[in-house]
């Protein structure tokens, strides 16, 4: 296996899937809460366990269905399908985030230490905040897994590295150091780590320039478009409230 898709192994399994290390406490109130969740679930049609699981980790509320799919965001079609390889498209991606930022890339980070985690480390100064703590005029460490290694450069997927000055929407996952500490001392983690407690990766970036945002694949949307889009599929997610949501009464209903 090349070093990169072995890289990209773990990615998924301990940084993405954090869930396998960092499960909360498994109290009556979690316990209940994630039951009333897969009946509703259940009720509103989805039936694969393994796709409930990862809407409920993700805090997707599957008793909005209909108004995420008018939004660009068919979790029913998801439930149906497994991305393989290649990024999500923007409006899925949204599912994934801790954070959503506007920013401004003010400074790179680079470490070509071949065991670290991430070869790139930028500052970002953060301009909007669409959900997630980051608060405007803030800077924060963002991290990418792409970058110097070595004499040479590793590009791990479809990820393209973010350049000093650059003016970009972030999708950000906080990094998860406690699960990677615990994986290292079960021997499943070869990598350093180089990161602080409130250091983001980078999920996916969109370029923001002349008045467009380069949403990958798809074609560029007028900026204002693409912040009305991503911002209402936020708000219907509402994935602050996720744990207060009472999923139970809405299964109850149907």
Known sequence: MRPALFFVGWLSLLLTGSSVWAQPAADTATTAHQRGFIAAARAAGFSSMPRINFFYEYRADITQVEQLRRAGLDLRAMEKTLQIDGPEPYQA?????????????????????????????????????WQGPPRPADTIMVRQASGPMGESRVIVGQEEL????????????????????????????????????????????????????????????????????????????DKDHFYQKDFGAAARRR
């Open 162 to 237: 973010l350049q000093v000055g650059q003016r970009v929407i972030l999708y950000l996952h906080l990094i998860d150091g406690p699960a990677l500490r615990r994986a290292q001392a079960a021997g499943m983690w070869p990598y350093t780590t180089n990161f602080a407690p409130d250091d983001y990766r980078v999920l996916s970036a969109y370029p923001v320039a002349d008045g467009y945002a380069r949403m990958h694949y798809d074609s560029p949307l007028p900026y204002h478009e693409a912040r009305r889009q991503i911002q209402r599929l936020i708000a219907i997610l």
């Open 93 to 129: 991606g949204v599912l994934y985030t801790d954070a959503v930022v506007l920013g401004t890339v003010v400074s790179a980070q680079p470490d070509a230490r071949r065991e670290v985690c991430y070869h790139s480390g930028f500052r970002v100064r953060v301009e909007e905040t």
